[in-house]
């Protein structure tokens, strides 16, 4: 089952049982694909949703901290609870042990050992995780401590 075709199904399964904010953040998800495919006149491939999604999560991240800064705790919620429900349409997240792994692996391949080299351990260590979800600001922080 295609991306598109989970959900269109999880919105009608949501309209059925009444879910307003699953319904809300799945149309959000079929608007942003929709619009991929009328901007590129193609569909998305596999990795190019994932990063449609990836930045969908991004923006419920961001909005959820200025809510929070704002003192808007119930806004807070809701933008966690949308993170959480397309967060389901993305691979499980990488572990620690795997990004540290590919960290390791990226700074050996790399032969990287000073901060000012972050960008190419960067750029190897997601090569490595490629297809993966990944956290970047995770993968950027092990990074910076990895490196002196």
Do not use: C, H
Not at 8 to 18: C, F, G, I, P, Y
Not at 21 to 43: C, F, G, H, P, Q
Not at 116 to 142: H, P, W, Y
Request: proline letters at 1%; aromatic letters at 2%; zero cysteines.
């Amino acid at each position: 089952m295609t991306l598109t075709e989970r959900i269109q199904k999880d919105m009608v399964e949501a309209m059925k049982a009444k879910q307003e904010l699953r319904l809300s953040t799945v149309r959000a998800i079929k608007a942003t694909m929709m619009k991929y495919k009328a901007d590129n006149m193609k569909e998305a491939d596999e990795a190019t949703e994932q990063q449609l999604l990836k930045t969908l999560v991004k923006q419920r991240v961001d909005a959820r901290e200025q809510f929070e800064k704002a003192g808007r705790p119930e806004l807070a919620a809701k933008e966690a609870a949308e993170q959480e429900i397309i967060e389901t349409y993305l691979p499980q997240k990488v572990s620690d042990a795997e990004l540290e792994e590919a960290v390791l692996a990226a700074m050996a391949e790399t032969g990287a050992t000073a901060k000012a080299q972050m960008g190419v351990v960067m750029k190897a260590a997601n090569a490595r995780l490629a297809g993966k979800n990944v956290d970047g600001r995770a993968l950027s922080e092990m990074v910076k401590a990895k490196l002196v």
